[in-house]
């Protein structure tokens, strides 16, 4: 395949507030990026922003006002229930909350088993997947006769990534993943997605408010601010010595450990300017 695998162009969605008369209000400006086979995006702003938006659309669970989302050199912005359950092969999602995002009545193994049956292994090919499965996220086998309420957080998490593995996907939107978890499982987290990475060249589009999150994880960053997209480039450079005020700000606004540094910041965050817009 040429190109990217996953291109974003001019992106705009618009929503209609309830009322009569009442106009669409629009939450995405044009936005344009694109995400390479095997590569993270890191996708970074702070509530309201737009960032979870971008990946409901490229998810097809909000519909775009304008623009084009293109998987693999095909347009998915308007295809329509049975073409997108075709697609769900190649493009998985984990969600921000692994309390819910897990179905509370069924066992470890029938949820991990249920999407793979759906597209088409046996019974037998999709148990034997299960256990593969459980191995590559650090759970232990018997894990698969067990309830999502028998696990911590973190734990919960591991068996989210490993439904959205299980049909080996090309592309992973990843929705504020780890925001849920205590920082030292985040971390764990976080380097079990680079391993599946490694592993698998599965393409991330991950989505966070921490600049420091989407530091550890991401090939390049991307900044969203009020649905417009004011900088990107590679993780290291955005994350490190932004350009943007805005980028600035977030990155001001990670906690460190030091009290002395941490007041410093606070004090370097409150000189800049509150709406950057340049």
Known sequence: ?????????????????RGFRARPLEVLHGVSL???????LGLVGESGSGKTTIGRTVLGLVRASGGSVRFEGREIGGLGARQ???LAKDIQVVFQDPYSSLNPSMTIGDI??????VQGAT???????????LDQVGLPSDA???????FSGGQRQRIAIARAIAPEPKLIVCDEPVSALDLSTQARVLDLFIDIQRRTGAAYLFISHDLAVVRH???????LYRGELVETGPAATVTS?????????LLLAAPVADPIEQRKRREARRQLTPHPTT
């Open 112 to 117: 991990l088993t249920e999407p793979l049956v």
């Open 241 to 249: 010595t932004p350009e943007h005020p805005y980028t600035r700000r």
């Open 217 to 223: 994880i991401s090939h390049r960053v991307a900044v």
């Open 123 to 133: 019974a037998r090919e999709a148990r034997t997947r299960v256990r593969t499965l």
């Open 1 to 17: 395949m040429t190109g990217p695998l996953l291109d974003i162009t001019d992106l705009r969605v618009a929503f209609r507030p």
């Open 84 to 86: 997108r359950r075709a």
């Open 144 to 150: 698969a006769d067990r309830l999502p309420r028998e």
């Open 34 to 40: 694109q995400v390479g086979a095997g590569e993270t």
